[in-house]
């Protein structure tokens, strides 16, 4: 549990003399008015509440879900193709930090060049990336850190959506649960710390589903010493798994929206970071630092006050759901029962000719994106598993419940 004043968990006495504090931003996307911003010489303005924190890690992470790009080649993809100009990099100068995690359903937005230029762009800037890479093998390639004389070793895997690399392409190092875990098992052997962030799960789901809580925890059994979770775009839970700790999403750190909404209890301005205090053994204590950024993205900044442990206290009400499968099965069956996104299988007119054609077809990239992506996978079947069962009135029963926890309340305090 969540101290709900300070919003730390101790986890174990320290075992060694050599510690560090690793620090990890969520979903990071400087876009729009963000980039104009950034472009006109306001970075460390909207990062200078939180100077000091960066500056006290030891070892900092974002996740960067954003190629670097002017290039005008979006690929073909449901969804939203994402890029930010070059020159908004002096966003993480501002920030300062070391990891540019890549791992995520954006970085291929604008092709493989776009995504290469990217990394090179971050390399040739002075900062470390994981998570992508010219092709399968070195997108799945750790980076290892040593800290403080701890070796550290970080692995970033993202659910199959669009942009993931493959043998001969560029691109996100893809989730591939059996695989990963293998990985994991290996560097874990190498290193004194094993660090895995994945990127995926349910958009706006306040709570994780089974099947992501069952990987994370099967990630911790095969010698991860952490696993954070990001992609949400809402904060979700957090929970100790034989003494590890696991981490469901960030939700974002700074990722400014197309149209500004005046709502101050959307959590898409409301995220955390998470800082875990480690030594040779893995993480001795965690703390969460919750953090809001403006809709005219002016500044980032810490919760203060009654908002903030409003924020710890709320952690806790979404946390305590994830130590009983069958109460968050019966959660997330709700969430599919009261989802649009089947309903995408009625819209479609697709023809012979669609399955046919020789090069690629928008037509069929939402289907493809309902059954490959992991996340929209598990949703699509548990909806139509409801339907087979006759149950999914009595899924959505919990959807006022389900609401309460997807409003930002304590941001009215």
Same mark, same amino acid.
């Given at each position: ?39 006109? %010489?306001? @970075? ?10 960066? @500056? ?61 230029? /990217?990394? #090179?762009?971050? !390399?040739?800037?002075? +900062?470390? /990336? ?14 290892? !850190? ?22 001969? !392409? ?8 059996? $695989?990963?875990? &293998? ?35 099967? +990630? ?22 034989? %003494? ?22 959307? +959590? ?16 001795? @204590?965690?703390? $969460? ?7 005219? @993205?002016? /500044? ?7 908002? !903030? ?18 109460? $968050?099965?019966? +959660?997330?069956?709700?969430?599919? #029962?009261?989802? %649009? ?10 023809? /012979? ?10 037509? $069929? ?24 069962? %006759? ?6 029963? &919990? ?15």
């Amino acid at each position: 549990m969540i101290n709900p004043k300070n919003g730390r968990v101790a986890i174990r006495e320290r075992q060694s003399s050599e510690q560090a504090d690793i620090l990890i931003a969520g979903d990071c996307c400087p876009r729009l008015v963000a980039e104009e911003r950034v472009l006109d %010489g306001q @970075a460390n303005d909207i990062l200078a509440p939180l100077h000091d924190i960066f @500056a006290a890690a030891d070892l900092s992470l974002i996740q960067f879900e954003t190629p670097l790009t002017t290039d005008d080649t979006p690929i073909c993809k449901s969804g939203p193709n994402i890029r930010c100009h070059p020159g908004t990099i002096d966003f993480l100068h501002a920030w300062g930090g070391d990891v540019a995690l890549l791992a995520n359903n954006h970085i291929g937005d604008f092709g493989p060049k776009a995504a290469m230029d /990217t990394i #090179a762009q971050l !390399r040739d800037n002075g +900062f470390h /990336t994981v998570g992508a890479g010219e092709n399968l093998a070195a997108a799945y390639r750790p980076l290892v !850190r040593e800290v403080n004389g701890i070796r550290i070793g970080i692995l970033n895997f993202a659910e199959n959506e669009f942009g993931s690399a493959t043998p001969e !392409r560029p691109g996100a190092a893809p989730l591939s649960p059996a $695989l990963n875990t &293998r990985q994991i098992a290996n560097v874990a052997e190498a290193v004194d710390c094993c660090l895995v962030v994945l990127h995926g799960g349910n958009e706006h789901n306040p709570l994780p589903s089974p099947r992501v809580v069952e990987m994370c925890r099967t +990630f911790i059994d095969a010698g991860a010493s952490m696993v954070v979770n990001i992609h949400t775009h809402c904060p979700q839970g957090t929970e100790l798994w034989h %003494g590890k700790p696991i981490v469901y999403s960030l939700g974002n750190f700074y990722f400014p929206e197309r149209s500004v909404k005046d709502d101050p209890t959307n +959590f898409w301005y409301v995220g955390y970071m998470v800082r875990f205090s480690i030594d040779m053994d893995g993480a001795t @204590a965690m703390e $969460l630092i919750p953090t809001t950024f403006t809709p005219e @993205a002016d /500044t980032v900044k810490p919760l203060t006050g009654t908002q !903030r442990e409003g924020f710890f206290k709320y952690i806790n009400t979404i946390s305590a759901p994830i130590a009983d499968m069958q109460e $968050l099965r019966r +959660f997330f069956e709700c969430w599919a #029962a009261s989802s %649009g996104y089947p309903r995408a299988f009625i819209k479609p007119s697709w023809t /012979t000719e669609d399955f046919d054609a020789p090069t690629p077809n928008p037509k $069929l990239l939402g289907l493809r994106n309902l059954l490959t992506c992991e996340a929209h996978n598990e949703l699509v079947t548990t909806y139509l598993r409801l339907v087979e069962e %006759g149950r999914r009135d009595e899924a959505l029963a &919990r959807k006022p419940q389900l609401d309460k926890l997807g409003k930002a309340s304590f941001m009215l305090d």
